[in-house]
Structures are given as structure tokens and as C-alpha cells.
């Protein structure tokens, strides 16, 4: 365990400073997911200190330093709840203050007490995150864990380890279905009634639409994305977190087939406007504004959130218009302002259209893999120069060459001028 750490981004920086600091420990997905595969590389380090979780990680950023000037190592602390973030261009770690909580009210953040290893073990949310390994003094090296930790990890189950742990946080309904689809474990029986109970008890209502938001941007950065939002479908709880999320796995995925990579498209915009997307059978208006408060409350990005609301209200009128199309320049002038996630949703509604709508699928996949790449060889400045007015003559006269190029009339940079050239 120790080998494969200080493998890690930020691995041997944490190690030897953590040799100053007895009861320093790795605990949480990191130690599950190496323990499961030795060859894991997870996603950030969570460490616990007995004390001074600020200090620790201020002592690790100035260890890690700046490999990049316009990124070096940062440390974030939140003193209420005695942690503190280790960002960097190489990775993340978490350290933490070993604490107790309470929670004054199913739903409210947890009030913070520093605490013993035990309580701090209590706090967490499955046994399967309770794995932790020392990293100094008498025990460095040895992995420790709850009891029915590793009995779990082998048996791919999820446990929550207390009967009120859905009602202290009702975030932890969302985790189970992230890690369910994640890892592909199972829900052990009295854990899946605990959170079937939760849900129908309105355990999910007493959280803040800040804390819904944060918990589905998490959702959609998994590397399955569609089957964490699938998981968290069949667990009951997208349904209760609003009227207007609704998810068709099939078309959020052939969406996303066909979907341009980044930077060009944003995959989680598409997932987020799938989501929305039966709003299609409101008044658009009216359900456009309530999109917009719904994802303001939700606390996404304001680009994320216009391009999102904007995909999910715009792709069904997209493929009503590409069933039309005949000519490639056709497809450009329906699809070229539009996001490309709209596009793209607009191609998964027209393969699962029951009249078989080839021609809007057609129409869509092209723009999206070969038409929306397609720029002329000739510019402004070439008309500029054969004598053609600055102006807005000069845009039109492009436009029409980009058109005729589209339509496959022209070919190569002398019929391009020669076409921009005519008499309009």
C-alpha cells in the first residue's frame, strides 16, 4: 500500500511529511480502491490528523512547491469543520482533523468536535470507506479498518454504518447510487430498506438546493456518468429531487456517442439538458424561466446553465427541422448558432423517433462530424484586395462561397475567389 502511495501525484511529499506526524493516516476511497486494484490510481488522497489539519496541509503544499508557476500548490482550509484542500497541476489531497459530529437536524451541515480514531470512523458513510492505513509511528503500513470493512469490500456491498445515517446527511442517498454505479456493488438488504425509507420519508427534501446542486455535478463528473444517474433513478431519488428531472438512459447515451469531444462540447451540459429535456411538452416559455431558477438554485455556472436550458428547450425543435433538409448548406443554416449538445440531442431523439427519421439523423450526425469543420480557404482580405467595398458586402459574398462549398460546388481556393467574386 505504502509503494503504491508513494507512486501517487503528491504520494512522496505526503509520506515524508507525514513521518513527522504520528497518527497521520490515508483512509477512504484511495486505501478501497488500491486495496480492490493495486494498480488504481484514485482520483485524490484523503488523509487524518490527529491535529492541526490546516498546518499539515499547509506543510504539504510548501513541500510539493510550484512545478508550475501559473499552478503551484494552494491550500484551502475550512476551520469550521477542521479540514483543509491541497490543490495543485498534478492532483488533489484532503486532510482532515480527526472529529466527532452531530447533526442538529436531518438535512443541516454536521456541528464539529475534535474527536477520537472511533468517532471519527463512526462519522463516515459505508464501511467500504472506512479502510484506512497509518502512515507513521508504531503501525505505518498496516491497513485498519472497521469490522465489517473488508467482509463487505470482498462481498462488493454497500453498508451504511448506522440506522439514522440517511436522515443525518440525505447526501449520502445520492453517494449510494454513485457508488453502486461506480464500483458495481450491490446494496446490502437492511441498507437498501434504510434508504428506501429515507426517500419516502422526505429525507432528500430537508437539503438545500446548494447542496442538490453540488451532489449532481459529482454525478455528472463520473466516468459512467448515465449509469450513476441510472443508479440514483432506480434508488427513487431523482425523481424527488425535481418534477422536471427525468432520465431516458438510451438517449442520454446516444447523445452522447455522437456528442464532439471537449473542449468543442461539454458532455455534462448535454447530460444536464437530457435531464430537462421533457419540457418539450410544456409551454416552452414558461418552462425555459423555470429551468433557469431551478439551475440558479442549483448554483451551476451561468454558462453552464444557458447552454444547458438552452440544448434541452432547442434540441426537439431541431429535429422537427432537420426532417426537412435536402442540401448540406441547409443543415448549416438550422444548426450552425446552435450549441452542439443540442445537436447532438437532437440526433439521439431522431434514431429513436418510432417513424424512423433517417434524414434528421443524418442531417445532425454530419454537421456534428464533418459539415460544422468545414471553412473556407479564401477570407475577407482576398476581397478586400480584388476591390470588393469593406463592408457588410463582405460577410455576404462569403456566406454565399461557404454555402456553394457545402453543396459541394466549389473546390480548392482559386473557384472559392472566383465564385466570391461574381455579381451577386
Known amino acids: ?79 469550521r469543520f477542521g479540514t483543509a484542500h491541497v490543490s495543485w497541476n498534478g492532483g488533489q489531497i484532503d486532510v482532515a482533523t480527526r472529529r466527532s459530529e452531530r447533526y442538529p437536524q436531518p438535512g443541516a451541515l454536521p456541528i464539529v468536535h475534535a474527536g477520537t480514531r472511533e468517532q471519527d470512523i463512526a462519522r463516515r458513510d459505508f464501511t467500504v470507506n472506512t479502510l484506512a492505513v497509518a502512515l507513521a509511528g508504531a503501525r505505518r503500513g498496516e491497513l485498519l479498518t472497521d469490522p465489517n470493512a473488508l467482509e463487505d469490500l470482498r462481498a462488493a456491498r454497500l453498508r451504511v454504518l448506522h440506522d439514522q445515517s440517511f436522515y443525518d446527511d440525505p447526501t449520502r442517498l445520492l453517494r449510494l447510487a454513485r457508488y453502486r454505479a461506480r464500483l458495481g456493488f450491490e446494496i ?39 449509469a450513476a444517474l441510472e443508479s440514483l433513478a432506480q434508488l427513487g431519488a431523482l425523481a ?63 454558462a453552464e446553465r444557458e447552454r444547458a436550458v438552452h440544448s434541452a428547450i432547442l434540441a426537439p425543435r431541431l429535429f422537427a427541422r432537420l426532417k426537412r433538409v435536402q442540401k448540406p448548406s441547409e443543415i448549416y443554416e438550422i444548426a450552425h448558432s446552435e450549441p452542439l449538445e443540442a445537436v447532438a440531442l437532437a440526433a439521439a431523439l431522431a434514431e429513436a423517433d418510432a417513424d424512423g427519421s433517417h434524414v434528421a439523423a443524418d442531417a445532425a450526425h454530419r454537421w456534428l462530424s464533418e459539415l460544422r469543420l468545414v471553412e473556407l480557404e479564401i477570407g475577407g482580405d482576398e476581397l478586400l484586395g480584388a476591390g470588393i467595398a469593406s463592408g457588410p458586402e463582405v460577410g455576404r459574398r462569403l456566406r454565399r462561397v461557404l454555402m456553394r462549398k457545402l453543396d459541394g460546388e466549389l473546390s480548392g481556393r482559386d473557384a472559392e475567389l472566383q465564385a466570391a467574386l461574381e455579381e451577386l
Not at 48 to 56: I, L, M, T
Request: charged content about 25%; glycine content about 6%; proline content about 8%.
Open 188 to 226: 446490502e438488504p437492511h441498507t437498501a430498506k434504510l434508504a428506501t425509507d429515507a426517500i419516502a420519508g422526505g429525507a432528500l427534501d430537508t437539503l438545500s438546493p446548494a447542496r442538490i446542486g453540488a451532489e449532481l455535478r459529482l454525478v455528472l463528473a463520473e466516468a459512467d456518468p448515465v
Open 240 to 302: 424527488v429531487l425535481h418534477q422536471s428531472l427525468t432520465l431516458e438512459p438510451a438517449l442520454a447515451r446516444a447523445a452522447l456517442a455522437v456528442l464532439p469531444p471537449q473542449p468543442d462540447a461539454w458532455p455534462d451540459v448535454l447530460l444536464l439538458a437530457a435531464l430537462l429535456m421533457p419540457g418539450r411538452a410544456f409551454d416552452t416559455t414558461d418552462y425555459e424561466t423555470r429551468l433557469r431558477v431551478l439551475l440558479d438554485s442549483y448554483e451551476f455556472p451561468a
Open 1 to 79: 500500500m505504502l509503494e503504491r502511495v508513494r507512486e501517487l501525484p503528491g504520494g512522496a511529499e505526503l509520506l515524508e511529511l507525514a513521518a513527522e506526524r504520528d497518527g497521520a493516516e490515508l483512509i477512504g476511497g484511495a486505501v478501497r480502491d488500491i486495496v480492490l486494484d493495486a494498480s488504481a490510481t484514485p482520483r485524490e488522497l484523503d488523509v487524518v490528523v490527529a491535529d492541526d489539519a490546516a498546518g499539515f496541509a499547509q506543510a504539504l503544499a510548501d513541500r510539493l512547491g510550484a512545478p508550475d508557476e501559473h499552478n503551484p500548490a494552494a491550500q484551502r482550509a475550512h476551520e
